[in-house]
């Protein structure tokens, strides 16, 4: 998170009750997709918004003898994280609030955190700060323009993932507040980090753990077409 929340943000992620957790299947997606492009030799992967460390703890089998390094602004959540990791810090999302030297970083895992910050352009500014050239980024983040999404805005109905109060839900499905402030397409995301110095090597989809049982096989054949899909993957390299 960024260091400058408003304090009613602070008080609202340092709630116990609020989500830090990605889907597992979201992690493991994105977890083979790093395994995949790291070297053998032991590299340094960061989990920015590491949350509860969950998503490290479903990764870390995958990535073998890579170092994982989980980072977060809030307490609770790094507290939370310090059960499942052997690396936690804080740090935050402002100009040199990452405690990380330049180009230190090989990776960095950026899961379900942008659309929850105030200034993702610093945000995206300060991860490519401490990533080497050519490091890989791997971010996660709500697809505005899912399949559902797309049904529900033709009925006048508010998409799911968007979020109107930080008090209650309002106008959409669901019933759990998770303080989403920014949302994506998959061409507004891929034009973002293109625009903040990233190219974007593949842009795929995840399914959405909060679909309801009937409909996600519908929701799991989305995902090949990344444009309606719940969840947008990408892997990108620092230019």
Excluded at 25 to 53: I, N
Excluded at 140 to 147: E, K
Excluded at 189 to 206: C, D, K, N, P, S
């Amino acid at each position: 998170m960024t260091g400058t929340l408003p304090a009613g943000l602070r008080e609202f992620y340092e709630n116990p009750a609020v989500p830090v957790a990605s889907g597992d299947e979201r992690s493991r997606r994105q977890a083979v997709m790093l395994a995949r492009v790291l070297p053998a030799e032991p590299c340094v992967v960061v989990d920015v918004g590491c949350g509860d460390g969950s998503a490290a703890a479903t990764a870390g089998p995958l990535l073998g003898d890579h170092r994982i390094v989980g980072i977060d602004w809030s307490q609770d959540a790094l507290r939370r994280a310090a059960t499942r990791m052997n690396d936690v810090v804080r740090g935050e999302l402002t100009s040199g609030g990452l405690p990380l030297g330049d180009a230190t970083a090989d990776a960095v895992l950026f899961s379900e955190v942008i659309e929850h910050l105030v200034d993702p352009d610093s945000a995206l500014d300060e991860l490519r700060r401490i990533l080497k050239p050519g490091g890989h980024l791997m971010l996660s983040t709500p697809n505005l323009a899912a399949w559902y999404n797309r049904v529900l805005l033709a009925l006048g109905v508010q998409p799911v993932f968007s979020e109107v109060s930080l008090r209650g839900i309002h106008g959409r499905p669901g019933s759990q507040v998770v303080g989403h402030l920014r949302l994506f397409t998959a061409r507004a995301l891929r034009e973002f980090l293109t625009a903040a110095g990233f190219e974007v090597v593949t842009l795929t989809g995840a399914p959405f753990h909060g679909v309801p049982r009937p409909l996600r096989p519908v929701d799991r054949a989305a995902c090949a077409a990344p444009s309606l899909a719940s969840i947008l993957l990408v892997h990108a390299r620092r230019v």
